[in-house]
């Protein structure tokens, strides 16, 4: 009976799963298939092979453009989210003053505020700023939106940290922010992986906003192109599938590198918490 036990487990996972992979795989092989074979033999393996789809994007300089727009943008992204988060998570987890859990409790109060709502202030904003068709529109938008996140998992790994430990520092000559630089940080390092695999994904993934933000195609970032892209083409589904699955890989290559570092991450927040 033992080992049918987490039976009824295995299956649950393996139909999520399921659902998960199937299309992907559908959208891989429909790729090397025509228009027509799409339609009287959609579930099939192509017969001929048409790997015209993807080489004619990956030959076409938009797409690499829109791959370097996305990248740019969600790297500097992350770096300001994690950099601004972690001083204020410092702050908020190491020093005690008055109003200190009203301030946090102000920045958690960001996880309930849906994007929607802002989006026609915040494009009035960046307007009057003129930070339209500019990515650090986009970019300082994410930034704040990604803070309340990232301050919230950081606060909690900073305040697991034994104060005993800082107050080794500071006996031997160590300044606050030299314990966050050298001490901190480095311990913390599980922390600071989930939350920039976090904030790059959101960024990569974010579609409203640069819709919003970039009106200029030299802009577009991988979401806008993948829209333009199946407009252009809305009678050649198979070729529209191509240019998904290709959008889809670095995510995919960089999420499966990143994996042991995120769950890693949020188990150790959850033991510690």
């Not at 790997?51 to 740019?72: D, H, I, K, M």
């Not at 904003?125 to 990604?146: E, H, K, S, W, Y």
């Not at 107050?167 to 031997?172: F, G, L, R, S, Y």
């Not at 933000?213 to 589904?237: A, R």
């Amino acid at each position: 009976m033992s080992r049918f036990r987490h039976l009824p487990l295995h299956a649950v996972t393996l139909l999520l799963g399921a659902f998960v992979a199937v299309p992907l795989l559908y959208a891989v092989i429909g790729g090397f298939k025509d228009t027509t074979q799409l339609s009287t033999n959609p579930f099939g393996l192509p017969s001929p092979w048409v790997p015209g789809n993807y080489t004619e994007v990956l030959a076409s300089g938009a797409f690499w453009r829109q791959l370097g727009n996305s990248v740019a943008v969600a790297s500097v992204t992350t770096v300001l989210t994690v950099g601004v988060a972690a001083l204020a998570a410092f702050v908020l987890a190491r020093f005690a003053f008055r109003g200190r859990e009203l301030v946090f409790m102000l920045f958690a109060a960001g996880l309930m505020f849906p994007f929607a709502v802002a989006i026609l202030p915040l494009f009035v904003l960046l307007r009057t700023f003129g930070l339209l068709d500019n990515p650090l529109g986009v970019i300082l938008a994410q930034a704040a939106f990604g803070l309340p996140m990232t301050l919230v998992i950081l606060r909690g790994f900073f305040r697991a940290i034994p104060h005993e430990i800082e107050e080794a520092a500071t006996i031997d000559g160590c300044s606050p922010l030299g314990f966050l630089w050298r001490i901190l940080l480095p311990m913390a390092r599980p922390a600071l992986a989930t939350v920039s695999v976090l904030a790059i994904v959101g960024s990569w993934n974010n579609f409203m906003l640069p819709l919003v933000v970039f009106n200029d195609s030299e802009w577009w970032t991988i979401p806008l192109g993948v829209q333009q892209f199946q407009g252009q083409y809305s009678t050649d589904t198979a070729r529209i599938l191509a240019y998904v699955v290709l959008a889809m890989v670095p995510a995919l290559a960089f999420y499966a590198l990143a994996e042991r570092h995120l769950i890693s991450g949020l188990t150790a927040g959850a033991m510690k918490g």
